[in-house]
């Protein structure tokens, strides 16, 4: 009798073995069954092109997050537009237009992302500034007027510093409890330029990972966001743009096994020339009111787009000492940045290489590329 139990139980541990190893079997087979979809789409809003990278058991699966991805993009384009009105939809541009009027009953987003925009104006030390509005309008105005002309006006010091009188936090009261916002000066406007994209593209990241997708990659106009790495642990690889086109699109590629975003400021997207061949752009330093003169471009790598946004534009309005001197104070190692200055036009030798043209300088550990 003693012998038939154990017989039994060699038999049942060995039916748990081969039950086990089927459900790994199954496992693995079904990820390497998924496949890659990719689509893009210029009606998720933002004013460009989003694009879904995801590994999915079928089209079907896949078009159910690109729809998920597209909504949940144009749902927070919305609420974010500075620009346009929309019907039940108390946005940023709502706000703007009740300046020195009235309190404006919000979504709560519009309050997350508000409160998070004057976090970081306090610990970039005044270099984010979402309440520079007023500023901006000067220069958005003078950029549409080289659509038409072919070339536009420069803002006179006078114009700018005026319109600086209008800006600041302590012209926004954000009611976190009755979900209002109110501009105390009909004057003064916010301009969430700055963040708006990347918070968005982490906030549709953080979506579709609910929903269930476990491989991706969303590309929101240059904010890329990863989801996890490929199936099998393949690495995602990212291009930095090559400011001058030279060479081809990418001066060098960065590979990830994990989730991580990537942000991009520069000199060499948004800009117009004046009269005289003078080149603008659109990323305006708070403190001389006039663009930065920085580097080709800043590239931010950290997990959250959100905050990858508002500092690649931080850190791109700030000198490169002090940048670095921000990163360090920031103290997170999953915090990388990776300058890009022209050959000629670097801060520190020692601390940078030329690459595909440019004199290329990363500040962080978590970087993998192909000039290693």
Same mark, same amino acid.
């Given at each position: 009798?003693?012998?038939?139990?154990?017989?039994?139980?060699?038999?049942?541990?060995?039916?748990?073995?081969?039950?086990l190893?089927?459900?790994?079997?199954?496992?693995?087979?079904?990820?390497?069954?998924?496949?890659?979809?990719?689509?893009?789409?210029?009606?998720?809003?933002?004013?460009?092109?989003f694009?879904?990278?995801?590994?999915?058991?079928?089209?079907?699966?896949?078009? /159910?997050?690109?729809?998920?991805?597209k909504?949940?993009?144009?749902?927070?384009?919305?609420?974010?537009?500075?620009?346009?009105?929309?019907e039940?939809?108390?946005?940023?541009?709502?706000?703007?237009d009740?300046?020195?009027?009235? *309190?404006?009953?919000?979504?709560?987003?519009?309050i997350?992302?508000?409160i $998070?925009?004057?976090?970081?104006? /306090?610990?970039?030390?005044?270099?984010?500034?979402?309440?520079?509005?007023?500023?901006?309008?000067?220069?958005?105005?003078?950029?549409?007027?080289?659509?038409?002309?072919?070339?536009?006006?420069?803002?006179?010091?006078?114009? $700018?510093?005026?319109?600086?009188?209008h800006?600041?936090?302590?012209?926004?009261?954000?009611?976190?409890? /009755?979900?209002?916002v109110?501009?105390?000066?009909?004057?003064?406007?916010i301009?969430?330029?700055?963040i708006a994209?990347?918070?968005?593209?982490?906030?549709?990241a953080?979506t579709l990972?609910?929903?269930?997708l476990?491989?991706?990659?969303?590309?929101?106009?240059?904010?890329?966001?990863?989801?996890?790495?490929?199936?099998?642990?393949?690495?995602?690889?990212?291009?930095?743009?090559? *400011?001058?086109?030279?060479?081809?699109a990418?001066?060098?590629? $960065?590979?990830?096994?994990?989730?991580?975003a990537?942000?991009?400021?520069?000199d060499?997207?948004r800009?117009?020339?004046?009269?005289?061949?003078?080149k603008?752009?659109?990323?305006?330093?708070?403190?001389t009111?006039? *663009?930065?003169?920085?580097?080709?471009s800043? !590239?931010?790598?950290?997990?959250?787009?959100?905050?990858a946004?508002?500092?690649? !534009?931080?850190?791109?309005?700030?000198?490169?000492? !002090?940048?670095?001197?921000?990163i360090e104070?920031?103290?997170?190692?999953q915090?990388?940045?990776?300058?890009?200055?022209?050959?000629?036009?670097? *801060?520190?030798?020692?601390?940078?290489?030329?690459?595909?043209g440019?004199?290329q300088?990363i500040?962080?550990?978590?970087?993998?590329?192909?000039?290693e």
């Open positions: 009798m003693r012998y038939a139990i154990i017989a039994l139980v060699i038999i049942m541990r060995k039916k748990l073995l081969i039950l190893m089927t459900i790994l079997l199954m496992g693995c087979q079904k990820q390497d069954e998924l496949t890659q979809y990719k689509e893009t789409t210029f009606q998720a809003g933002f004013d460009t092109v694009t879904l990278i995801a590994y999915t058991e079928d089209q079907r699966e896949f078009d /159910e997050y690109f729809k998920i991805m909504d949940t993009t144009y749902h927070y384009h919305q609420l974010f537009d500075k620009y346009h009105n929309y039940g939809i108390n946005n940023i541009k709502t706000i703007n009740n300046a020195g009027i009235a *309190p404006v009953i919000v979504d709560q987003e519009i997350d992302l508000l $998070l925009a004057q976090e970081y104006y /306090e610990r970039t030390d005044g270099y984010f500034d979402i309440t520079i509005g007023s500023v901006l309008k000067l220069w958005h105005d003078c950029r549409e007027q080289s659509n038409t002309n072919g070339y536009g006006c420069v803002p006179t010091f006078d114009e $700018l510093t005026d319109a600086d009188q800006t600041g936090w302590d012209l926004i009261l954000i009611d976190d409890q /009755e979900n209002t109110y501009i105390t000066d009909s004057k003064a406007s301009d969430v330029g700055g994209k990347g918070y968005t593209v982490e906030k549709v953080l990972e609910e929903k269930g476990r491989y991706g990659a969303i590309d929101g106009g240059g904010n890329i966001r990863t989801i996890n790495s490929k199936p099998s642990d393949q690495p995602f690889t990212v291009g930095i743009t090559n *400011p001058d086109q030279r060479g081809g990418s001066v060098d590629i $960065l590979k990830f096994h994990q989730t991580y990537f942000v991009t400021s520069g060499y997207e800009y117009y020339l004046d009269k005289n061949g003078n603008y752009h659109h990323i305006i330093d708070p403190f009111l006039y *663009p930065s003169d920085s580097a080709r800043l !590239t931010i790598v950290y997990p959250d787009s959100g905050i946004d508002i500092l690649s !534009t931080a850190c791109y309005i700030m000198d490169y000492q !002090t940048a670095v001197a921000f104070k920031f103290d997170d190692d915090l990388s940045a990776i300058w890009l200055y022209d050959e000629d036009d670097h *801060p520190n030798v020692n601390e940078g290489f030329k690459i595909n440019y004199f300088i500040h962080g550990n978590v970087i993998t590329t192909n000039s």
